[in-house]
C-alpha cells in the first residue's frame, strides 16, 4: 500500500516540478520535443501565446486525470487510454477557442488539433503520470506546458519582430520609421526554416551557459 | 622583403606563449603566413610538407575569379548606359563605372566576413582560415549589383555564422557558404533578389529608358519571352543583365582553365554537371510539356549561373563530395536538377543555387555509399579467393 501520510502541497520537491521544466529540463531546448508545432505558429506572437496556454492546459489536465487513474489502467492499453483523454480535452480546447477566440482559432487552424500527436504531453504521460500523484502529476504538466510556452514565444518575438515589424500586432518598426531608411523585412524569418534556425541558437546560448548540458562524446 | 621578415620575426616572440599578446597569436600567423611560405616543419615521422597548403589554393581560386571580375565591372557600366540610353561613354569610362559600383560590395563583403572570421578565430583558439578568402570575393559576384550594402553584410554575418562557423569553421562546413549568403538574401528579401530591375545600376531607384526592360534571359524564358531573349552569342560572351560575375561564359571558362590546369578545381565535377544539365535538355527537348522545354538545351549552359556555379560553386573542395565516383555522381544530379528547377519550378527562375545547396546536403550520403560499395567490392574479392 502506498503510504497515506499528507505531505504538504509546497516543497521544495513540487517547487522544481515547476521551474525544472522553464531551464534544464525545457521540453523543446533540451529534450527537443514538439519542435513541429513550435516552427508552425511561431510567425506571430498572439497566436504562440494561444497555443502555448492551449498546451498547458492539455498537458496539465490530461497529467492530472490518468494520475488520478493510474492505477486502474490496464498497462497493455494504457496508450489508447491516454490518446481518449488528450483527444477529449483538445476537443474542448479546440471548441473553445473557436467559440472565444475564433479569428486566432483560425490562424491556428490545424495545429489545435495537432496538439494530440504533440510528443510533449505523451511523454510527460508516460514518464511522469503514470507513476506519480495527481497534485505532482498536475504540476509537472503545467512546468512542461510554460516550458514549452516560454520558447515558443520567445521564438514568436523574433519572427514577428524581424519578419514583419511588429510586435503583437503592433508596428514598431513603421513607427520608429526604420522603412525610411531602406529597412526591410526579413521575408526569410516568416518561413519554417528560420524558426528552427531561431530555436537551435536558442539551444546554444542555454548550453553556452550551462555547459552541464552539453552531451559528452 | 628582408625587411619586413625581420620585423616580423622580432616581433614574435610577443604572440609566444606567455608573452605579452598571447591572445592575438592567430593574428600574428595568420598575417606572417600571408606575407610569407609558413616555416613550419614537422619534428616526427617522415612527413612532407607541400608548399601548396591552403592560402596557395585559395590565392589561385582568386586568381581565377579575376576574368569574371573584370567583365563583370565592364558589363555593369555597359548595361547602365544600354538603360539609361547613354551613347558616348567609352569602354574605360564602362569599366570605371562599373568598378567603382563592385567595389563597395567586396569591400563590405570582406570586413564583415574576416571580421568574424577573426573574432571567432581568437575565441576558438583557432588559427585563422583562408577559407573566407575565395567566399568573401565569390558573394560580391554572385549579387545583383544593386543589392542595399547592409543586406549584403547581414548576409555575409549568417553565412559565416550559421553556415560555417557553427560547424566548426573552414573545412566543416556542410553548405557552401557564398551560396548560402544568397540562398539567405534570396528568401530574406526577395524583391532585390528578382526581378528586372535589381541587374542593373540605378534602375530601382527608376529613370531608365521607356519600356526597357532590365530582365535577365532565365525571367525572359520563365515568362515564355523567348522572342526577346539574347543572341546565344551575347549570352556566350556575357553582354546580358544578371549578377555581378555569372554573365560571361567566356571569362568564366578562362577562370575553369586556371583552375584545371594548376590542378584546384575538379574537372570530374565540372565535367559531370555540364553534361547532367546538357542531358537533362535534351530530354526535354524530346518529352515536350510547357514551352520553356523546348528552348535549346544548350542554352541552359550559358543562361544565368549555369557557368559560374559548374565552375566555382560546385566544385568548393569542402561542400562537395570527395570520391571520385562520388564527384560524377554529385556533379550529374547538381546538373540536372538546376535544369529541373529552372523548367518546372514556377517560383524560382534561377536553380543553380538551390541545386548546388541541396546536393550539397547529399554529398556526404553519395560518399558514404561510394565508400560502402568499395569496400563489399573488396571483401567480395578477399572472400571467393
Same mark, same amino acid.
Given at each position: ?9 509546497w ?17 523543446i531546448t ?11 505558429v ?7 501565446i ?11 489536465l ?15 492499453i ?18 473553445f ?13 490545424v ?31 503545467? +512546468? ?7 520558447? !515558443? $514565444?520567445? *521564438?514568436?518575438?523574433f519572427?514577428? /519582430?524581424?519578419? =514583419? ?8 518598426m ?12 526579413? +521575408?526569410?524569418?516568416i518561413?519554417?526554416?528560420m524558426? !528552427? $534556425?531561431? *530555436?537551435?541558437?536558442?539551444?546554444w /546560448?542555454?548550453? =553556452? ?9 | ?6 620585423r ?7 604572440f ?12 600574428y ?17 617522415s612527413?612532407i610538407r ?59 563583403s ?95 531607384k527608376g ?32 553582354t ?36 547532367g544539365?546538357l542531358g ?9 510539356g ?5 528552348i535549346p538545351?544548350?542554352?541552359?549552359l ?12 560546385a ?10 565516383t ?33 546536393m550539397?546536403?547529399f554529398?556526404?550520403?553519395?560518399d ?5 560499395a ?12
Open positions: 500500500m502506498e503510504n497515506l501520510e499528507k505531505e504538504p502541497l516543497t521544495a520537491k513540487t517547487k522544481k516540478l515547476l521551474t525544472n521544466p522553464l531551464g534544464m529540463e525545457n521540453p533540451v529534450q527537443v520535443l514538439g519542435i513541429c508545432s513550435a516552427l508552425a511561431t510567425v506571430k506572437m498572439k497566436p504562440a494561444v497555443m502555448a496556454i492551449s498546451v498547458t492546459v492539455v498537458v496539465a490530461s497529467n492530472l486525470i490518468i494520475a488520478l487513474m493510474r492505477k486502474s489502467i490496464p498497462g497493455r494504457r496508450i489508447i487510454v491516454q490518446l481518449v483523454v488528450i483527444a477529449a480535452l483538445v476537443i474542448i480546447v479546440d471548441q477557442l473557436k467559440a472565444f477566440a475564433f479569428d486566432v482559432s483560425k490562424q491556428l487552424s495545429f489545435v488539433g495537432l496538439i494530440i500527436t504533440n510528443c510533449i504531453i505523451m511523454g510527460r504521460l508516460e514518464a511522469f503520470a503514470m507513476a506519480n500523484k495527481p497534485w505532482p502529476s498536475f504540476l509537472d504538466g503545467v +512546468g512542461n506546458g510554460a516550458g514549452y510556452g516560454l520558447i !515558443l $514565444i520567445i *521564438v514568436s518575438f519572427r514577428e /519582430f524581424l519578419g =514583419s515589424g511588429s510586435i503583437m500586432g503592433f508596428p514598431v513603421e513607427k520608429l520609421g526604420l522603412y525610411n531608411f531602406g529597412y526591410e523585412d526579413n +521575408g526569410f524569418m518561413l519554417p526554416p524558426a !528552427l $534556425i531561431t *530555436v537551435g541558437l536558442i539551444i /546560448f542555454q548550453r =553556452s551557459r550551462n555547459k552541464s548540458l552539453i552531451e559528452n562524446k | 622583403m628582408n625587411f619586413l621578415l625581420k616580423m620575426k622580432k616581433i614574435e616572440p610577443l609566444e606563449k606567455g608573452g605579452r599578446l598571447e591572445k592575438l597569436r592567430s593574428v600567423d595568420g598575417f606572417a603566413t600571408f606575407l610569407f611560405v609558413p616555416d613550419k616543419v614537422t619534428t616526427k615521422g612527413h607541400d608548399y601548396m597548403d591552403m592560402k596557395r589554393t585559395m590565392t589561385v581560386v582568386i586568381l581565377a575569379l579575376m576574368p569574371a571580375l573584370l567583365f563583370g565591372a565592364y558589363n555593369i557600366g555597359l548595361q547602365h548606359t544600354r538603360a539609361f540610353g547613354i551613347i558616348d561613354w567609352t569602354l574605360m569610362q564602362m569599366f570605371w563605372f562599373g568598378f567603382l559600383k563592385i567595389l563597395p560590395l567586396i569591400i563590405v570582406y570586413v564583415v566576413g574576416l571580421g568574424i572570421e577573426f573574432i571567432a578565430a581568437q575565441i576558438r583558439g583557432h588559427e585563422i582560415n583562408e577559407g573566407y578568402l575565395v567566399t568573401g570575393m565569390l558573394i560580391p559576384l554572385i549579387m545583383p549589383v544593386d543589392v542595399p550594402l547592409w543586406m549584403v553584410a547581414l548576409s555575409v554575418a549568417f553565412a559565416v555564422i550559421i553556415g560555417k562557423e557553427i560547424f566548426g569553421g573552414t573545412g566543416m562546413n556542410i553548405l557552401n557558404p557564398a551560396l548560402t549568403a544568397r540562398a539567405f538574401l534570396f528568401f530574406s528579401y526577395p524583391g532585390w533578389m528578382t526581378g528586372d530591375k535589381v541587374w542593373i545600376e540605378g534602375l530601382t529613370g531608365g529608358l521607356d519600356g526597357f526592360s532590365g530582365a535577365t534571359p532565365l525571367a525572359l524564358a520563365k515568362l515564355d519571352g523567348f522572342a526577346q531573349m539574347p543572341s546565344p552569342m551575347e549570352m556566350f560572351i556575357g546580358i543583365p544578371g549578377s555581378v560575375g555569372e554573365t560571361s561564359v567566356v571569362a568564366i571558362l578562362i577562370g575553369a582553365l586556371v583552375l584545371l590546369v594548376t590542378g584546384v578545381g575538379s574537372w570530374r565535377i565540372m565535367l559531370s554537371m555540364t553534361l544539365g537533362m535538355g535534351l530530354l526535354l527537348n524530346l518529352t515536350g510547357n514551352e520553356y522545354t523546348q538545351a544548350y542554352y541552359h550559358i543562361m544565368g549561373g549555369f557557368a559560374f556555379g559548374t565552375v566555382f560553386m566544385t568548393d573542395p569542402v561542400s562537395a563530395a570527395q570520391t571520385s562520388g564527384k560524377y555522381i554529385y556533379g550529374a544530379l547538381a546538373g540536372i536538377m538546376v535544369v529541373i528547377i529552372r523548367v518546372f519550378n514556377p517560383a524560382y527562375p534561377e536553380g543553380t543555387m538551390l541545386a548546388i545547396l541541396l550539397n546536403v554529398a556526404p550520403l553519395i558514404h555509399y561510394v565508400v560502402q568499395n569496400i563489399r567490392r573488396r571483401l567480395k574479392r578477399v572472400q571467393t579467393a
